[in-house]
């Protein structure tokens, strides 16, 4: 049972350019969430995702990014128009019933030139 | 101020020594949670706590509901050990996660 998948794992952008960031969570798991951590900060919530819905958006910035999580394939986290300071590691993590114990995925690291 | 705070922020012992990570929150939760972040990067899901004490290995870690403060020790810690520590809490509702700023151990052999 492969873990949680991430890609890709490095990601270069110019300012201006879009980003997407794809999650494929645990075989099984249709709980998924997106975390950012900024260099030297801690980790941050972002989204709480199930198939086709966004449970809690809170965390997430309410201009350029979005998130989703559809029926087939993997959760999609997209920053539109990206700045240095989106520049971060974007973790996602799954797990199978809910906010209990969650398996991360390797992370994406977003360099914004 | 945080809701989650931790300390040590930095930690350095000797191979073998106990090693003792604190939490304290200041939010109602559903549960807590203690991370493992390695160098490279990659995250660990250690535990995840509700009431009283969990161990695995040489981890064990403990929650005091009324105190709002959570615990992580380390026995005969190891240079592979070596890591950043995070606790993060889920929120009442349990969807809002809130973490610490992580607390960094480097075991010295």
């Known amino acids: 049972n492969a873990g949680v998948m991430q890609n890709p794992r490095h990601l270069v952008r110019r300012r201006g350019q879009e980003a997407r960031l794809r999650c494929s969570p645990m075989?099984?798991?249709?709980?998924v969430y997106w975390y950012r951590q900024l260099p030297e900060e801690g980790l941050k919530f972002m989204v709480y995702l199930q198939k086709e819905n966004i449970i809690d958006e809170s965390g997430m910035p309410k201009e350029r990014f979005s998130a989703e999580f559809p029926k087939e394939g993997p959760s999609i986290l997209r920053i539109q128009q990206v700045v240095r300071g989106d520049s971060a590691a974007y973790f996602c993590?799954?797990?199978?019933?809910?906010?209990?114990?969650?398996?991360f995925g390797p992370g994406t690291r977003l360099t914004v030139l | 101020k945080n809701e989650v705070e931790q300390s040590p922020q930095n930690l350095t012992a000797q191979e073998g020594e106990f090693i003792t990570i604190n939490c304290s929150y200041s939010?109602?939760?559903?549960?807590l949670h203690w991370l493992q972040q390695h160098p490279g990067g990659g995250i660990v899901s250690l535990f995840m706590?509700?009431?009283g004490k969990k161990k695995h290995g040489r981890l064990i870690a403990t929650i005091n509901i009324q105190e709002k403060h959570s615990s992580l020790h380390i026995t005969a810690s190891h240079p592979r050990d070596s890591a950043v520590y995070i606790c993060a809490v889920a929120g009442g509702t349990g969807n809002q996660f809130y973490f610490g700023t992580g607390t960094s151990l480097t075991v010295i052999p």
């Open positions: 075989k099984g798991h249709s709980h």
């Open positions: 939010v109602g939760i559903s549960a």
């Open positions: 706590l509700s009431s």
């Open positions: 993590a799954s797990s199978l019933t809910g906010p209990d114990t969650q398996y």
